[in-house]
């Protein structure tokens, strides 16, 4: 009995390692998940998360970085804790704090579209820290756009209640996380692999 042997196309070198980067990434943000402290008006704690999507957007670009930011949720989602405070499952992406989880990889994409100008990466070094900070900013209005919208959906809340305490109290800590990501890609250690 003969056996068929078919060639295999090999996946290329820049999709694998883009894809490996994606995925420690991926685990990166699931580490800092233990990393939650409290607040005491909101039930949504104060986590390094977002820095974490900052910098897939930054590094990764929007393809790689939603990439990124789908593999955590997929992780999270069957039942890894790497959601905020330990926890996994859907209930986790459909509760109380599931619209910000559900608005990371669209923050990632979206600082990956202003930064890089498309899907080509560039050096996030190099770009003007101007369109850095607008794309963080954005971002930023978006997740917690979604996660206070969704919140307040969930909860009965009027919106101005969901914004004071599903926002408000988080914009400071946001500004240093916006400080630290621009630091760590202006050091210039974490180069994008040019697609």
Do not use: N
């Not at 202006?186 to 692999?193: A, D, H, T, V």
Request: proline letters at 6%; charged letters at 10%; glycine letters at 10%.
């Amino acid at each position: 009995m003969e056996t068929e042997q078919a060639s295999v196309d090999l996946v290329e070198g820049d999709v694998v390692r883009q894809f490996a980067r994606a995925a420690v990434l991926a685990a990166l943000l699931g580490a800092v998940a233990p990393i939650a402290i409290p607040l005491p008006l909101s039930t949504v704690p104060v986590t390094l998360q977002v820095l974490f999507v900052f910098l897939a957007g930054l590094v990764l670009g929007p393809v790689w970085g939603t990439v990124s930011l789908l593999l955590y949720l997929t992780a999270g989602a069957i039942g890894l804790p790497v959601f905020s405070g330990l926890e996994a499952g859907l209930g986790t992406l459909f509760g109380q704090t599931g619209g910000f989880l559900w608005s990371y990889p669209l923050a990632a994409a979206l600082i990956g579209l202003i930064v890089h100008r498309g899907t080509s990466l560039r050096d996030p070094a190099a770009v003007a820290l101007p369109t850095v900070i607008v794309a963080l900013v954005a971002a930023t209005v978006l997740i917690y756009a979604m996660g206070a919208a969704y919140a307040a959906w969930l909860l009965d809340l009027e919106a101005w209640e969901a914004i004071a305490v599903f926002a408000l109290p988080f914009v400071p800590g946001e500004i240093l996380k916006m400080a630290a990501a621009i630091a760590i890609v202006r050091s210039g250690r974490l180069e994008p692999i040019q697609s």
